[in-house]
């Protein structure tokens, strides 16, 4: 398949150009927690070696390191005459003459009992002889404390010891031992790259380099370890120069491609792992499962600005890899299903879902959740309420705000029986939905005569320390109070303090409201107690009083009451006035009525079809038909809709006194209306 023909863009160089000199010192790919750039070290060439030592000498160190086991006796003796210098020429040239198991012996004896300090490359040619005899734990082992400083060792600049170490191994390569070369190239790249990855990985690109510089490459094994373990530490720069690097000496296998490519896509230099990809199959490398994994990754990680066509050639890919026998992972699958989902297109996304199952790959949680954020955003709610059905039943995971879209969802659709299981199954699951959500739950529980389970949910919202706020606490309170459960509100209103339910003036005005048929005298003990907790009752407290007096026929109560209110400095409201009025009216106080009418008009309160209907059926009780008309009229002329009320009494009222035609007319304009 030719990506190049589905880039989105011309891709950029695919490699950054290497523009350092030939040194194995000089790299400057840094990250944050680096060591910081050292200062140029001073010349690391070995010293000069000194004068040959006389024969005997040289007959000495070679019998006691060629020997099967170490005579220490010999060793007490030889080693004060040694100089750590001396003993690296003559372990230079006798190095393929010595026991390396010996030899390893004698370093040890010569560092513990007479603190000797060897050189670096006589270390080294020690590591190259244990790994030649194949005793490669040894050597490790040998690495690892010459680099920890563990060893009594001669250092040209201890701060570069991993450089002069390369510097060593590098020449001690022989043309007739390549593979031991590249043996102990292999171990230390290794060896910085697990033991010393602390430090940070730019040692270890240090010492590749060197040897690299040399033309000593690692092994394609250590090349895919090295570049695997920079792209796993999320070193990407760093990995795209080594594998330019290592493209020059490697013949590059499918698993260096694919991390390669995997670097590229993880650092969204997608139209470059596009290009690799193409390269590979270009050079007959086949990609494998997970290379195409890496680049629909890489695709479907673009910015939203150009995701739509990405996405259409991340679906190219996908249809290559499945017409090849590759069959993508979960999280493959999930990107793809989550891609399609969020374009809109739950059609194709259960279509991958489909050929997921029928490839013995199991959706999980993710799958789900993407599908049923899909659908939610597709509105098809009726399909989402069964997948967040069979989800919660199978007891996987689910996304709160998509399951609390379903819960809204199904309110909206009166189904609050729904709406109510997977709310408790919600708070199974320590999940709290929103305040609103629960305002709304509560309030059409209530509705929908539904008490109990509201008392329920309100209480076991408490128990789960998920305690409902006042303001869905007085949804509660106000629609059990609609259901005439008065009584039952106020049983439940202590039990509710004792769980920490705070009550407000909301709280309060809902319970006065509650009394203002018949029960006064209580919405009057309300407010006291609303007063003794330092809320101030406002007009709608004082308006629900007023209500409850005129009721009973207690208007000059009522009357008192205004004035208190005021004296509180509460602005009468319009809905106080038709209170009022309603309550002289009842009473055949017209002209208080009259009068607080008046008022109303100078106080600049816009009076409603209420306030006219009150006054327009009072007249028309009284006989005075003149004022009902004229009030009537006057309705009319101030925009005020009249309402079948109005009609109704001046209507009836023509009728009683034989006014038909006059009652036909108010018919007619009646039906006009």
Request: contains cysteine; aromatic residues 10%; proline residues 5%.
């Amino acid at each position: 398949m030719d990506l190049r023909r589905l880039s989105i863009s011309k891709p950029a160089s695919l490699f950054y150009p290497i523009t350092r000199p030939i040194t194995g010192v000089t790299f400057t790919f840094q990250r944050r927690h680096d060591p910081p750039p050292p200062p140029p070290p001073p010349s690391l060439q070995p010293p000069t070696p000194p004068q040959p030592p006389n024969p005997g000498l040289l007959s000495w160190v070679s019998s006691v390191l060629s020997n099967p086991s170490l005579d220490s006796s010999k060793c007490e003796s030889l080693i004060p005459l040694l100089s750590p210098h001396q003993f690296d020429h003559l372990f230079y040239s006798i190095r393929f003459n010595v026991s390396p198991k010996t030899a390893l012996h004698f370093f040890h004896f010569a560092s513990q009992s007479f603190k000797f300090r060897f050189t670096v490359r006589s270390f080294c040619v020690l590591v190259h002889l244990l790994i030649a005899s194949n005793l490669v734990a040894p050597a490790r082992l040998l690495l690892i404390r010459l680099i920890d400083g563990n060893v009594p060792v001669l250092y040209a600049d201890p701060s570069r010891k991993h450089v002069e170490i390369a510097i060593a191994l590098s020449e001690l390569n022989n043309a007739s031992q390549p593979a031991l070369g590249i043996q102990a190239l292999d171990m230390l790249v290794h060896v910085h790259c697990t033991q010393f990855k602390n430090l940070g990985f730019g040692y270890a690109v240090e010492v590749f380099e060197h040897f690299t510089d040399q033309g000593v490459f690692p092994s394609l094994k250590t090349c895919n370890f090295l570049l695997s373990a920079l792209v796993k530490a999320n070193e990407l720069e760093k990995s795209y120069h080594v594998f330019e690097v290592m493209s020059r000496g490697v013949s590059p296998d499918v698993y260096l491609f694919t991390t390669a490519i995997n670097a590229f896509c993880k650092g969204e230099r997608v139209d470059d792992a596009i290009a690799l990809f193409s390269k590979m199959e270009r050079i007959g490398i086949s990609p494998n499962v997970v290379t195409y994994n890496s680049v629909i990754h890489g695709l479907l990680l673009i910015n939203d600005l150009i995701k739509q066509e990405m996405f259409y050639v991340a679906n190219c890919v996908f249809k290559e890899m499945r017409s090849r026998g590759f069959v993508p992972n979960e999280v493959l699958y999930n990107r793809l299903i989550d891609g399609y989902c969020t374009m809109g297109n739950i059609g194709e996304a259960l279509k991958i879902k489909d050929d997921m199952v029928s490839n013995g790959v199991t959706p999980n949680s993710v799958t789900l959740n993407s599908l049923l954020q899909g659908l939610c955003k597709n509105n098809q709610f009726v399909h989402a309420e069964q997948f967040l059905d069979k989800m919660l039943a199978s007891g996987l995971s689910v996304n709160q705000d998509v399951t609390y879209s379903v819960i809204h969802w199904l309110c909206t659709k009166s189904r609050f029986d729904s709406a109510l299981n997977f709310t408790t199954e919600m708070l199974v699951r320590n999940f709290r939905p929103s305040d609103s959500l629960l305002t709304t739950l509560l309030l059409g529980l209530c509705k929908h005569v539904k008490n109990l389970e509201a008392i329920k949910l309100w209480f076991r919202l408490s128990e789960k320390g998920f305690a409902a706020n006042t303001a869905t606490s007085n949804a509660l309170i106000h629609g059990l109070c609609e259901n005439g459960g008065v009584e039952e509100v106020v049983r439940l209103l202590e039990a509710m303090l004792e769980r920490g339910l705070m009550l407000d003036k909301i709280s309060y005005n809902t319970l006065i409201l509650s009394c203002k048929m018949g029960r006064v005298a209580e919405g009057f003990k309300l407010r006291e107690k609303m007063s003794k907790q330092g809320i101030d009752p406002d007009i709608n407290s004082y308006n629900m009083l007023l209500y409850g007096l005129c009721s009973i026929d207690k208007v000059d109560d009522a009357v008192k009451l205004w004035v208190e209110c005021e004296n509180h400095g509460l602005v009468a409201n319009v809905y106080t006035y038709e209170v009022m009025i309603e309550g002289y009216c009842k009473a055949g106080r017209i002209k208080d009525a009259e009068l607080l009418f008046s008022k109303l008009l100078s106080k600049k309160v816009e009076p409603t079809s209420i306030v006219y209907n009150t006054l327009i059926s009072a007249y028309c009780i009284d006989g005075n038909m003149i004022e009902a008309l004229g009030l009537f009229h006057d309705m009319k002329n101030k925009g005020i809709r009249p309402t079948y009320a109005s009609y109704f009494s001046l209507i009836q009222r023509l009728c009683n006194i034989g006014n038909v035609e006059n009652a036909k007319e108010l018919i007619d304009d009646m039906r006009d209306e």
